[in-house]
């Protein structure tokens, strides 16, 4: 007669030290989604810039389609969490942004392009979301739950500082087209990191019961936050599209630009312990607001000087803040919603965001097309910032 064996523990229940454990692994998803899927692509914009001919309203159009797919992502993430584990719609989303990416390197025409860029932001918005409701969960009975968030968005800065090391040396060649070598080795680094966030993550789990059947919430509840959050979407990709172009056309040293990229992705590392308190102890919009203050003022910095100190500035501040943003908003549901609430919480400031990022680099671009180039861009995107600051200082915790 054979005895049945006890089920693991689910990870919410799991020890402190498993549980941290746990969130590093997710923050891998992280990584994935937004530092290599996205943000690896101010590294490769001025080298494809230059190879494909491209205006700055087309090198800010590559990232606008990247965020429609995440938009399309997020819009489909209810049906697909009401579906699927929300652990296995996280792992398909990493393998599928593996696959775009790779991609990126057997192509050079700017439609095959335009829509490999789409599919890299459908699959990141699966990867992203799913990871984002996974480390809710993993938070809930935390010691202390702003750093299990905290760790989840900070892993955005490890694919940074990847893309930081890895994209310059191959993306530099003399030969044409040599940029794809550099999207060739982004999906592999990609399809690594989802491998081992498959292979740690077997105890953690959030049923479709419980992550895509749950409550409807009332987004006027939560609207000056949610304006706030569509300006820092509005705002802050115009910089992450092209800080690298603008560093380069002011003279910076190739190795100064690695050294500024890999600041600002140890910055988004730092993040999760910089502004776990504030999250945990805020249940308003007061976060939100202090951080899109400091991201308005991180963008001017290097308008007003291109001087390395103020350029390194920058990046250090801008780093330490913007994945804190994200972060503020799944705090703020899960502060002010019920965990069945927590699904439709999460994705409704992420269609925003993808909102304000699908503006963002065209109007951006388009610009810097303009009398004024790329700097009279970063005052628009700072502006932007700034405003969203003062519209999330509305916003009260609710009842």
Not at 158 to 172: D, M, N, R
Not at 212 to 218: E, H, K, N, S
Not at 259 to 273: D, E, I, P
């Amino acid at each position: 007669m054979s005895t049945a064996r006890p089920s693991p523990a689910p990870a919410a229940d799991a020890p402190q030290p498993a549980r941290l454990g746990i969130a590093i692994s997710l923050a891998l998803a992280a990584a994935v989604s937004l530092g290599l899927a996205r943000f690896s692509y101010a590294l490769l914009l001025p080298p494809m810039r230059a190879d494909l001919g491209w205006s700055y309203f087309t090198a800010g159009a590559m990232n606008t389609v990247n965020a429609a797919g995440y938009l399309a992502g997020a819009l489909l993430l209810p049906r697909a969490l009401a579906r699927w584990d929300a652990r296995h719609v996280l792992l398909a989303g990493g393998a599928g942004a593996a696959l775009a990416l790779a991609l990126h390197g057997l192509v050079a025409g700017d439609g095959l392009l335009f829509m490999l860029r789409f599919l890299t932001g459908l699959a990141s918005a699966a990867t992203f979301v799913a990871g984002g409701l996974l480390a809710a969960r993993l938070a809930q009975r935390a010691t202390r739950p702003g750093l299990v968030l905290g760790l989840y968005y900070g892993g955005t800065g490890l694919g940074i500082v990847l893309s930081a090391l890895v994209v310059p040396p191959l993306a530099g060649g003399a030969a044409a087209h040599a940029w794809q070598h550099a999207w060739l080795a982004l999906g592999a680094l990609a399809a690594l990191c989802t491998a081992i966030t498959a292979a740690t993550t077997g105890t953690l789990a959030a049923h479709p019961s419980a992550a895509g059947g749950g409550q409807r919430v009332r987004w006027a509840a939560f609207g000056w936050l949610l304006a706030g959050y569509l300006m820092f979407g509005l705002g802050y990709i115009g910089y992450m599209t092209f800080v690298v172009t603008l560093l380069r056309e002011q003279g910076l040293a190739p190795r100064l630009i690695v050294a500024f990229y890999v600041l600002l992705g140890l910055g988004v590392v730092a993040s999760s312990w910089l502004w776990a308190g504030l999250l945990q102890r805020w249940r308003g919009g007061q976060p939100l607001a202090l951080l899109n203050g400091l991201l308005a003022a991180a963008t001017l910095l290097p308008v007003v000087s291109a001087h390395p100190v103020a350029v390194f500035a920058s990046g250090a501040l801008f780093g330490a803040v913007f994945l804190s943003v994200v972060a503020a908003t799944t705090a703020f549901v899960r502060h002010n919603l019920p965990p069945a609430a927590w699904p439709a919480g999460i994705s409704a400031f992420t269609i925003v965001f993808a909102a304000g990022q699908i503006v963002g680099p065209s109007i951006t671009g388009w610009v810097a097309d303009g009398p004024g180039g790329l700097a009279r861009g970063f005052v628009l995107s700072a502006a932007a910032l700034a405003l969203g600051a003062g519209l999330a200082l509305k916003q009260r915790p609710l009842g």
